[in-house]
């Protein structure tokens, strides 16, 4: 006898492959050809309106947890205003001047940076 066999466990149709890729792509389909965002943006078009400005990425190095908690928070603050009954505007922010770029890539590159020119160091912003 296997031991699988042996054990109780629900009986089920559902695939023990997720198809994630495949799926999502079925959804977006269905989604659109529902025309779901347009409807849901008709149903809440007189509430009130709840802006979110979202800030600059963190410009300076690489991508870390703290980034992925950022945008969590962000979308459980967009959720709970709507479940309070508005109309939400979310408005990413992606103007980071430049400053914090250039003077991360000025470190990086060390004594190096004397020996290009401003174009130069431009691409490499």
């Known amino acids: ?19 994630l890729p495949q799926k999502e ?5 269905e989604w ?4 779901l965002y347009g ?14 400005h979202d800030g600059p990425p963190y410009a300076n190095g690489h991508l870390h947890m703290g980034h992925a908690l950022n945008k ?9 205003a709507i479940k309070k009954g508005h109309r939400i505007t979310y408005i990413p922010g992606w103007d980071c001047h430049g400053l914090p770029i250039e003077h991360k890539v000025l470190k990086d590159l060390g004594k190096r940076r004397g020996d290009l020119s401003d174009s130069e160091i431009r691409a490499h912003c």
Not at 3 to 19: Q, R, S, V, W
Not at 39 to 52: C, G, H, S, W, Y
Request: aromatic share 8%.
């Open 1 to 19: 006898m296997e031991f699988k066999e042996t054990l109780n466990l629900p009986k089920t149709d559902f695939p023990m492959k997720a198809d």
């Open 25 to 29: 792509e079925r959804y977006l389909e």
């Open 32 to 35: 659109k050809a529902r025309n």
């Open 39 to 52: 409807e849901m943006e008709k149903a809440l078009k007189d509430r009130p309106v709840f802006v979110l």
């Open 72 to 80: 969590i928070l962000k979308d459980i603050i967009n959720r709970v």
